[in-house]
């Protein structure tokens, strides 16, 4: 089966037999995007991705000084 990274939609290819029942958490290795791997239940090629990993963001800007 192919699954699909929901930041970057980079593909890989995936052995369905080796998704555990209940899914996998994975890592892509281009863009470093954390999110679940599952095989549904009626379909075992069928992919469902859960919600991409949060957004990185920069630090606060130190306040102005007076």
Same mark, same amino acid.
């Given at each position: 089966?192919?699954?699909?990274c ?6 890989? @290819?995936?052995?369905p037999? @080796? +998704? ?6 994975t890592k ?7 999110f679940?791997?599952?095989t ?5 090629a069928? +992919? @469902? ?5 949060p ?11 007076p």
């Amino acid at each position: 089966m192919n699954i699909a990274c929901p930041e970057c939609s980079t593909v890989y @290819r995936i052995d369905p037999t @080796r +998704v555990p029942h209940g899914g996998i958490a994975t890592k892509c290795r281009e863009c470093g995007a954390a999110f679940r791997v599952e095989t549904g239940d009626d379909a075992p090629a069928a +992919v @469902r991705t859960a919600a991409p990993a949060p957004a990185k963001t920069a630090p606060p800007a130190p306040p102005a000084p007076p």
